[in-house]
């Protein structure tokens, strides 16, 4: 490069290098000023399908905002819980949890409780499993994982916790035996859990 290029050359990188400052400069603005609008959107969509987890539950707080990390003791434990309330009285709680291995590996679950310890609703949050199959956990793509609204411990006895292909009291779903009962398993977990622990779950606090 003679010398009569070096300017040239210098200009051209002085100019991509503002370029980039610029690119970045106006990144950080949108960024700055569209994070709040995706987190409420994250917020609404939060709330929107915890919302479905409690249905005829009357509560007045943020169920999204209520949230407490459990630290699972066994294995199947809960590993969040949600927690409803109304008039600043306990309402409901939706835990989190994640299933034993099905056919395409762990399965995430919410599943709804009420002060009766009755299931209010489940819903598979994120799954594997193979579609057409086992993807028919889903709400939207199949009625199964309703047959668990309104059970309790003891409904139906603890032997029958298990799909009826293999003696239980719960649907199979065709195909996907090994999917129905880690689903099955995880559900009836979540309220032994609930039974054994709800009083050691901490209250919702004001403003949640």
Do not use: C
């Not at 309402?91 to 709804?112: C, D, F, K, N, P």
């Not at 409904?155 to 779903?173: C, V």
């Amino acid at each position: 490069m003679n010398g009569t290029d070096r300017p040239a050359a210098w200009q051209s990188i002085a100019a991509l290098a503002a370029s980039a400052l610029l690119v970045s400069s106006v990144l950080v603005v949108v960024d700055h000023f569209s994070r709040p609008r995706i987190e409420a959107e994250r917020r609404a969509a939060a709330e929107a399908l915890l919302a479905q987890m409690l249905p005829g539950i009357d509560y007045d707080n943020s169920l999204a905002a209520s949230f407490t990390a459990l630290h699972p003791v066994h294995a199947g434990d809960p590993n969040g819980v949600y927690r409803a309330s109304h008039k600043g009285r306990p309402a409901a709680w939706v835990y989190a949890v994640t299933t034993g291995q099905g056919y395409g590996g762990a399965i995430e679950l919410l599943v709804g409780v009420d002060p009766a310890g009755r299931i209010t609703a489940v819903r598979v949050t994120d799954h594997r499993e193979t579609p057409g199959l086992g993807d028919r956990i889903e709400a939207g793509k199949s009625t199964w994982i309703t047959q668990f609204e309104g059970r309790r411990l003891g409904d139906p006895p603890a032997a029958a916790w298990r799909p009826n292909r293999l003696g239980g009291a719960f649907e199979t779903i065709s195909g996907a035996t090994i999917t129905s009962k880690a689903v099955t398993d995880a559900v009836r977990r979540v309220l032994e859990y609930d039974t054994a622990h709800r009083g050691d779950l901490p209250a919702v606090e004001k403003g949640q």
